[in-house]
């Protein structure tokens, strides 16, 4: 099992930062991959941010192309999502997760990873 537990959520200007941070424990040796996911209310779990845990390979959606950047600090099993430019759009709570494997499905599709946090909420106004 791995545990996964995000922070670095909250309010910000249209045009802020925020960074957020996801820590894992447990049986992180195992972890292949880790991805970012964010839901706004009334709406679908979007994928936002992947990045392969060994080579740091990533990819993200279109929307977040520039302004979002996903690393990891493989000594502290901690994963990081750097968020910049904020729009209003970007309010969501954003999730971690993780994947015991190589791809089985789409990295940008939820059914592949394994593990989940419980999220972290962010607030853009406008």
């Known amino acids: 099992q791995v545990q996964l537990v995000e922070s670095g959520g909250g309010l910000v200007q249209a045009g802020g930062s925020l960074r957020l941070s996801c820590a894992a424990s447990?049986?992180?040796?195992?972890?292949?991959?880790m991805g970012w996911f964010r839901q706004a209310p009334g709406k679908e779990r979007e994928f936002v941010a992947y990045i392969r845990w060994n080579t740091g390979n990533t990819d993200y959606t279109d929307s977040v192309k520039g302004r979002f950047t996903i690393s990891r600090d493989n000594a502290k099993n901690t994963l990081y999502l750097q968020m910049n430019s904020l729009k209003p759009e970007d309010t969501a709570v954003y999730v971690c997760?993780?994947?015991?494997?190589?791809?089985?499905?789409?990295?940008?599709?939820?059914?592949?990873?394994?593990?989940w946090g419980q999220g972290t909420r962010v607030t853009v106004s406008s």
């Open positions: 447990g049986r992180t040796f195992s972890t292949y991959a």
């Open positions: 997760a993780a994947a015991a494997g190589p791809p089985t499905a789409r990295i940008s599709t939820p059914s592949y990873y394994n593990y």
